[in-house]
């Protein structure tokens, strides 16, 4: 009697530039940044994927996650809402979501060197430091229904992430503002130094990072 094997070899996945990876829906792209918004599901997970440029994240709600490197075994990776984190080039990985909800962070590619670092102004009553390095500069507000961040300055270009739902006035020197409603994972981007207050005029707290990019 012969029996016959069939053996199946699998061969690993190529990994793809992140720009390329389906979770990864670009949202911006300048000169100085290229911002994507990455959603996975529960039970999902993305393709091996390579990220050129030192890049950051702001994540929106917890998130139960496996993360393996290129080579390496998994890891566990569990973030918090409203955390941010940075990583320096060159990174190749992908994400699984072990958890029950979906992963969702803005993901923020670098794409000039440091310009050198210019003066910040000090924290304001409602803003807390949440990142400082030789890239980037992250600052929380967190604003209670109408509190307000006072006039303040960004010596830098910023990226302003709206952490939680809610509603917001923006407030430019010699500019009309109106209320606007955000949801999580909202930004603006200003090209150049910009001097602005943010006000809470909703009914519920909402947490800002604005990301200075030396």
């Known amino acids: 009697m012969f029996f016959c094997f069939q053996v199946v070899f699998g061969t690993a996945q190529t990994p793809v530039p992140v720009a390329k990876e389906p979770d990864?829906?670009?949202?911006?792209?300048?000169s100085w940044i290229r911002v994507y918004d990455v959603v996975v599901p529960p039970g999902d997970?993305?393709?091996?994927?390579?990220?050129?440029?030192?890049?950051?994240?702001?994540?929106?709600?917890?998130?139960?996650?496996?993360?393996?490197?290129a080579?390496?075994?998994?890891?566990?990776?569990?973030?918090?809402d409203g955390e941010v984190r940075y990583t320096p080039a060159v990174l190749t990985h992908r994400i699984r979501?072990?958890?029950?909800?979906?992963?969702?962070?803005?993901?923020?590619?670098?794409?000039r060197p440091a310009a050198g670092k210019n003066p910040s102004p000090p924290l304001g009553k409602n803003e807390t430091l949440v990142?400082?390095?030789?890239?980037?500069?992250?600052?929380?507000?967190?604003?209670?229904?109408?509190?307000?961040?006072?006039i303040h300055s960004h010596p830098q270009h910023t990226l302003i992430v709206m952490v939680d739902g809610g509603t917001i006035r923006i407030e430019l020197p010699g500019e009309a503002?109106?209320?606007?409603?955000?949801k999580p994972g909202e930004f603006i981007w200003h090209d150049s130094p910009v001097?602005?207050?943010?006000?809470?005029t909703g009914n519920a707290a909402v947490r800002i990072i604005e990301v200075?990019?030396?």
């Open 212 to 214: 200075e990019v030396k």
């Open 71 to 80: 080579g390496r075994p998994e890891q566990d990776l569990d973030l918090k």
């Open 177 to 182: 503002s109106k209320p606007r409603q955000i």
């Open 195 to 200: 001097t602005h207050s943010l006000a809470n």
């Open 24 to 30: 990864h829906h670009l949202k911006l792209e300048n």
């Open 131 to 150: 990142l400082d390095n030789a890239r980037i500069r992250a600052v929380q507000s967190l604003l209670k229904p109408g509190e307000t961040t006072g």
């Open 97 to 111: 979501n072990v958890g029950r909800t979906p992963f969702h962070n803005l993901t923020v590619e670098l794409l």
């Open 45 to 69: 997970q993305t393709l091996m994927h390579v990220h050129g440029q030192d890049y950051f994240f702001v994540n929106f709600g917890e998130a139960m996650l496996k993360n393996q490197a």
